[in-house]
């Protein structure tokens, strides 16, 4: 790939045609942040929170879906670039619940990491909150929209990676929130459970159901293992507290083929000491127990389709 000059931060720097900015600061160790990007899916420029001062721009544009140009001169971290960012970190906050105390994404939050970078304790704009209900419906994953900061990763994660589009923007305004169509619960919707959207999460609006309350996030380790439900090896992390392992998580998308729901949530049954639970499948919209036969009998089913698929 062709390389072009360009200055970040007073330095000259060669850097790959065709980059984001975002992606050419990353590529010589210059950290800007984000919330609404993920490497994996496709530019979205909506949280702001990437933005940079450019040399002959009048406004400040998002590093994450502006290219660099031979010639550009950037600055990351500018005053009115900082202050932009703490004004966003600021609106953000205005409605969101300030429960990290309590919150199990607490120590694994972008939200909450760079409050404390940009110190932003607290919002100096009051309004009107949200008060959504949870949506405890799926027997996998916790939706609280209070905690959604509109990022559009789930959506995009769902769209790009799974294909499945269950998640999208409803309403307008202050009322915009992200929802499986006809505004239904996750247990009502198409949702598969694959947790493409919980790994992509930046904050504590979509959480693994099976980790809750189980630990802090600096209480656990992770270890990176192979599944070996199928012949493609995809990475997982293994969730440890002490010795105790606590669940499995997937990790956060990445270039490479998307890990499956068969992975994602079938290694517990591997790694838990006490598989006590009864497999669940989805009836007529609704979550049942069946044994382990017809649990098995369907998995085989569904990695057939799989390597159909795959063939295709
Ligand atoms: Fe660039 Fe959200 S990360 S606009």
Redesign the pocket.
């Known amino acids: 790939m062709a390389k072009i000059t360009i200055t970040l931060n007073g330095k000259q720097i060669q850097v790959e045609a065709g980059s984001t900015v975002?992606e050419a600061a990353k590529e010589v160790g210059v950290a800007?942040?984000?919330?609404?990007?993920h490497p994996a899916l496709s530019?979205?420029?909506?949280?702001?929170?990437?933005?940079v001062k450019i040399e002959g721009m009048r406004n400040l544009p998002?590093?994450?879906?502006t290219k660099v140009t031979p010639g550009m001169v950037i600055e990351t971290h500018a005053p009115e670039v900082v202050e932009a960012r703490r004004t966003i970190l600021e609106l953000l906050l205005a409605n969101h619940p300030l429960d990290c105390l309590t919150c199990d994404k607490g120590g694994d939050c972008r939200l909450q990491d760079y409050a404390y970078e940009y110190e932003v304790a607290e919002s100096s704009f009051v309004g009107e909150r949200h008060q959504y209900e949870i949506d405890d419906s799926s027997p996998y994953i916790i939706r609280d929209n209070n905690k959604c900061i509109l990022?559009g990763q789930c959506i995009r994660a769902c769209s790009e990676i799974k294909g499945m589009n269950i998640l999208g923007f409803a309403n307008r305004g202050f009322d915009t929130k992200v929802t499986p169509a006809f505004d239904v619960n996750f247990a009502d919707s198409d949702c598969v459970d694959c947790h493409n959207c919980v790994a992509v999460c930046p904050v504590g609006a979509l959480m693994p159901k099976e980790l809750a309350g189980k630990a802090r996030q600096w209480e656990v380790t992770k270890h990176e293992l192979t599944c070996t439900f199928c012949e493609f090896g995809c990475k997982f992390n293994l969730v440890k507290k002490g010795n105790e392992i606590v669940g499995v998580e997937a990790k956060s998308g990445g270039p490479g083929r998307p890990l499956c729901l068969k992975g994602r949530l079938g290694l517990d049954l591997i790694y838990n000491p006490n598989p006590t639970a009864k497999p669940l499948i989805k009836k007529n919209g609704k979550y049942v127990p069946v044994d382990w036969e017809e649990a098995l009998r369907i998995r085989a089913i569904i990695n057939k389709l799989n390597q159909m698929q795959v063939t295709e």
């Open positions: 975002l800007i942040p984000t919330l609404c990007h530019g979205f420029g909506a949280c702001r929170m990437c933005v998002a590093s994450c879906v990022c």
